[in-house]
């Protein structure tokens, strides 16, 4: 299976830009997602990026993935309240149908 | 359209109690699978099903059961509650080979006392 690392926690003022970061094992081509948990709720899908990409833009969002040091992040530009949550890096797991989250960055946006 | 949908939201139970976790998908999904989620441990996957008719072990599989029922439901039994089981539960589904995407239930908030 492949491991996946990111740190624990991120405070950030409203208006300034968020990076979480994620490390992974896994060498193969294929997808990596970035998810984002409200509080008591599920996960929901907030990206992807597909492994032979280095970049991929999506309004506020910036995902940037270095495969030589295996390193993947998510960029949140002019970071708001509502982007308070916890956010899962996830990429392949042990076989074709399963994937692994890391545990999870908490993001605390300050006023 | 209601995704993933998770049945009870909350459950409080004796250490002993059985009960039973449903989930039903309606976006005709071949894969399901149920995650428990503690603090500071992510997501760790107890069981899955490929396919409608597979279930397969994940990490943690110990004190659970599963059931595929059909193609839609996929429930999560645990025979004899113990307190190490209080946690978060999550069931998700994906179409293999559709970039693997999971699409997440709302969750259910279990306490044994």
């Known amino acids: 299976g492949e491991d996946v690392e990111q740190s624990l926690f991120l405070s950030v003022r409203e208006g300034d830009s968020s990076v979480i970061n994620c490390t992974y094992t896994?060498?193969?081509?294929?997808?990596l997602y970035w998810y984002k948990q409200e509080p008591g709720a599920g996960l929901q899908l907030l990206t992807y990026?597909?492994?032979?990409?280095d970049m991929k833009q999506d309004q506020r969002l910036t995902v940037l993935l270095n495969k030589k040091d295996k390193h993947l992040s998510l960029r949140i530009a002019d970071t708001q309240t509502g982007d308070s949550a916890i956010y899962f890096c996830?990429?392949?797991?042990?076989?074709?149908?399963?994937?692994?989250f890391g545990a999870g960055t908490t993001v605390t946006v300050r006023a | 359209n209601a995704g993933v949908t998770q049945t009870p939201k909350f459950q409080v139970l004796k250490t002993g109690q059985s009960m039973t976790l449903q989930c039903a998908q309606d976006?005709?999904?071949?894969?399901m699978y149920w995650y428990r989620q503690d603090p500071g441990m992510g997501l760790r996957l107890i069981y899955y099903?490929?396919?409608?008719?597979?279930?397969d072990k994940g990490e943690v599989p110990n004190g659970y059961n599963v059931s595929r029922l059909n193609k839609r439901e996929f429930s999560l039994r645990l025979e004899s509650a113990a307190p190490s089981q209080t946690s978060v539960y999550f069931c998700?589904?994906?179409?293999?080979?559709?970039?693997?995407?999971?699409?997440f239930g709302a969750g259910t908030r279990l306490s044994v006392l």
């Open positions: 896994d060498s193969s081509s294929t997808y």
């Open positions: 099903s490929a396919s409608e008719g597979t279930t």
């Open positions: 998700a589904s994906s179409e293999y080979g559709s970039k693997n995407i999971q699409y």
């Open positions: 990026i597909f492994s032979n990409m």
């Open positions: 976006m005709n999904h071949n894969s």
């Open positions: 996830a990429g392949p797991g042990s076989n074709d149908y399963k994937l692994s």
